[in-house]
């Protein structure tokens, strides 16, 4: 771990270019991010703040190491956010660089081939909770600044930012709250984040657009306590039963949202983008089998896949807890059921409008002997970006000559709440410049990244800011 931004220079041999660079330090790259995945960094379990603190610490370090300057692990009432800068390239771009170093929990363990926090590589990945999301993709924009200082005599052609947190995976609130208080001081031209995937191995991916999230919990309530089921049952109101028939109402059997005005806002892709999907390599039935692993692909059939996935909003309950789960049997009509739920979003929807649109849905289909109660966990919108941008031009044309194909634009039926705070507060559009698999199985047991994408991130990211740089006055 380099101490000061002096070490850079006499930690490595100079090198000529970036290529050269990253291949000779390889082996350390890789060791680096193997340190920084054993770090069970686990932001929605309390009993892992210690390790979130310590991820945060360690990606201080690195980024001290890698020579930016004004480096901070900013508290706040959850999990840390850590800053840092290099800023003497005046009349050049700025580029804020984000990422998360925060992971999700890693259940259930017995379905993983290797521990999830003990990193292994197998034929070419790296299998480990947080590897491609994002703890890989995060460490590629540390070492692109490295790799470019190195090459440029401890300078950089263009200026940088970073800020990387470390509650992604539990709503963000940290950031949220930073972010509209420190425009100033995050003031940048473009953003880049990396935490999307390739469409298909080999094939330069920007995404220019992404869905929105609004997460609800549903709280059902029946009975005052819960009731003996011979003496109560055929009478009393069943919290779960109750909540499972008003959630069933949610969709029609072949998938269209029955909630009133949730469709009211959406507009669909214009002919032009519809016809640059159709020459994208897909395979339905290869998506199917590989990738969703089920027996048929669900969802408003009249829609392509595509639509269903990136251009189309959608409801899903994620979990129900209620009554009793335990081995054995106890005979309980329950009184109280909860069910966690989302709507994915598509530009134009108004977030608050959903939420308006689905309480009083909720309250419209309560099952008779039931009281319901819902409760917002997170709300943003969706975002697309402009791909005509001059950076995402000079991001396309990098990724281009790296991969040796034409760089595809396409949409994420995901959600990066921070993409639309950069653009609200900061004003600026996002890169959306990732290099993960399409089966690299985020948020799953076995989550993979390829370290071949790993090395090839890191360059392609260098030769963006270095080509940035050059073509880019402020």
Sequence with gaps: MFGDTEDLKDFTVAASSIHEYVAQNEKRFLNELLDLLR???????????????????????????????NVEVIPSSKHPLVYADWLHAPGKPTVLCYGHYDVQPPDPLELW???PFEPDIRDGNIYARGACDDKGQMYMHVKAAETLRAVHNGKLPLNLKFLIEGEEEVGGDAIAKYVPSHKEKLKA????????????????????????????EIEASGPARDLHSGMYGGTAPNAVYGLIELLAKAKDAEGHIQIPGIYDDVVPPDPAELASWERLPFDEQEFLRSEV???????EPEQSVFAR?????????????GGFTGAGAKTVIPAKATAKVSLRLVPTQDPER???AVKKWVAEQTPKGIQTDVRVLSAGPAVSVNPQHPAIDIAAKAFSEKLGQQTVFVRSGGSIPIVGEFASYLGIPTILMGFGLPDDGLHSPNEKYRVSNYYQGIETIAEFFEQYGAATVS
């Design 39 to 69: 770090i069970p960094s686990i932001s929605t379990l309390p009993e892992h703040k210690g390790d979130v603190a310590r991820a945060a610490q360690f990606v201080a370090d690195q980024l001290k190491g890698a020579g930016m300057e």
């Design 113 to 115: 081939k290797s521990p």
């Design 354 to 356: 959903v939420v308006t």
């Design 189 to 216: 031209d473009v953003a880049l984040v990396s935490d999307t995937e390739l469409f298909a191995d080999g094939v330069p991916t920007l995404c220019v657009g992404l869905r929105g999230l609004v997460y609800l």
């Design 309 to 321: 996935t990136w251009a189309r909003p959608t409801f899903e309950v994620h979990g129900i807890a």
């Design 293 to 299: 692993g089920s027996t048929v692909l669900t969802g």
